[in-house]
């Protein structure tokens, strides 16, 4: 299965300020997925990066606040904009199909104080 | 509210004892996934159930689909240290390739 390289892994970061984090995959995928964890909960979903085309967001979450790129097959980022308290979370990205299952990346645990 | 809602939320236990999480949902999944987290990484995938009524064994874990697709159980028998952690069901709808993810059991076995 694929390999994923996600940094950084933790982060403390000023409000206001914006955090840009990276995942590197070792095989080309088409889909890959953005999540955010908040403190002892569940994982919830960001948005879908697809390559060629604008990222596809979830209810809640806008282009604006988590700019995603993916300039190939192989990479992404997510970035964390104008960040605030309420952003501390983990934020992880993933690959992977419904039907066999997701792999994930070792997570980015940010700090907003 | 969740789609998938997981019970119970917080297991604590100790060594050798059986434990059972629940996965429910009024919603039909194509598949179900189960996933176990430790502190500073990410989700592993434990397996994939996608057939109704589908039973798999993984060692000492076992893990049941509904006959429904619509729930599913994870049964570990005589937990041990290792199996502490945070576990996650997750649902595939029928059409594309999201995940849906329960709120997550987090397990402690005590030595």
């Known amino acids: 299965s694929a390999v994923i390289s996600q940094k950084p892994s933790r982060d403390i970061c000023q409000r206001g300020t914006s955090l840009t984090i990276q995942c590197q995959v070792d095989?080309?995928?088409?889909?890959m997925f953005w999540y955010r964890q908040q403190p002892g909960q569940s994982l919830t979903l960001i948005a879908t990066a697809n390559q060629g085309s604008e990222a596809t967001y979830e209810s809640g979450f806008v282009i604006d606040k988590f700019p995603i790129s993916r300039p190939n097959l192989t990479f992404s980022t997510l970035t964390v904009s104008n960040m605030s308290p309420e952003d501390s979370s983990i934020y992880l990205c993933s690959l992977g199909t419904g039907a066999y299952g997701y792999t994930f990346g070792s997570g980015t645990r940010l700090t907003v104080v | 509210t969740q789609l998938l809602e997981q019970s119970p939320q917080f297991l604590s236990i100790q060594e050798g004892e059986n434990l059972t999480v629940y996965c429910n949902s009024s919603?039909?999944?194509?598949?179900l996934q189960w996933y176990r987290q430790e502190p500073g990484e990410g989700p592993v995938l434990l397996v994939t159930v996608v057939t109704g009524g589908e039973v798999k064994k993984l060692k000492r874990l076992t893990f049941q689909f509904g006959d429904a697709r619509k729930d599913s159980s994870l049964h570990i028998t005589a937990a041990q240290p290792g199996d502490t952690g945070l576990y996650l069901c997750a649902g595939a709808r029928a059409a594309g390739n999201k995940l849906t993810f329960g709120g997550g059991t987090r397990v402690l076995v005590k030595p």
């Open positions: 095989s080309q995928v088409t889909m």
């Open positions: 919603s039909v999944f194509s598949s």
